[in-house]
């Protein structure tokens, strides 16, 4: 069975500071990989989707990188944080690219003061 | 660009009633039209997904599409409390994307 795990849980960071979130994928070779983010109640947003290892590629510009080093590895990270980098970040996967069911992981909640 | 809206915004309905959300969609290419259901502080989970015209039935869940209507929708049979959750719409064409609505808060009380 596949596993997604995603870390750190929460964070607590200040405006101006780096982030470096962490996704891990266990049971599955080559998948395609996505990272999300959602505000406060709100809709999800994709970010970031990679299908094979060092190719990444962005779905919207949100002064956020992204890079996958490893197969199961999937990095999200950015050297200046700004308070709307606030919110729910989920790393998610699927078989096959876009229109299949993606597997989130249990997310990271970011709080930039 | 693709806009997926979904409605109500939030609902409440009794334990044991019939629940139905709805999921409005733009891009008349798309191709794939999918269920995800989030509880409070977790990740979303895929309830069901269709491709084609017509509905889908698994448990207490139907999906059904209409694509000439740019619109597709999630019924629920004998809610219970623990479907209580946000329940999120998502849509794909043949690209890499697939864009999800805004949500529906679903409340189901005894």
């Known amino acids: 069975a596949q596993t997604i795990h995603q870390w750190p849980v929460a964070e607590i960071k200040a405006v101006g500071s780096p982030l470096s979130l962490g996704c891990t994928i266990k049971?599955?070779?080559?998948?395609?990989l996505y990272w999300y983010w959602q505000a406060t109640g709100g809709t999800l947003q994709q970010l970031f989707y990679?299908?094979?290892?060092?190719?990444v590629e962005s779905v919207v510009q949100l002064n956020l990188s992204a890079s996958r080093p490893k197969d199961d590895q999937f990095i999200l990270s950015t050297e200046k944080l700004l308070l709307s980098h606030s919110g729910f970040y989920l790393c998610?996967?699927?078989?096959?690219?876009?229109?299949?069911?993606?597997?989130f992981g249990p997310g990271t909640r970011l709080l930039v003061l | 660009q693709q806009k997926v809206q979904q409605s109500p915004e939030s609902l409440i309905v009794p334990e044991g009633a019939m629940t139905s959300l709805n999921c409005t969609f733009s891009?008349?290419?798309?191709?794939?039209f999918a269920w995800y259901r989030q509880h409070s502080g977790k990740a979303p989970k895929a309830l069901m997904s269709?491709?084609?015209?017509g509905e889908k039935e698994e448990g207490r869940f139907t999906i059904h599409l209409n694509k000439a209507s740019l619109h597709f929708s999630l019924h629920i049979r004998d809610s219970q409390p623990s479907d209580s959750a946000l329940y999120l719409c998502?849509?794909?064409?043949?690209?890499?994307?697939?864009?999800f609505g805004t949500g529906t808060k679903l409340q189901v009380v005894p």
């Open positions: 998610a996967w699927s078989l096959h690219l876009g229109k299949d069911t993606q597997y």
């Open positions: 049971g599955k070779s080559s998948p395609n």
């Open positions: 990679s299908i094979t290892v060092g190719q």
């Open positions: 891009d008349s290419a798309s191709q794939y």
């Open positions: 269709i491709f084609s015209n």
């Open positions: 998502a849509v794909a064409n043949s690209g890499t994307y697939q864009r």
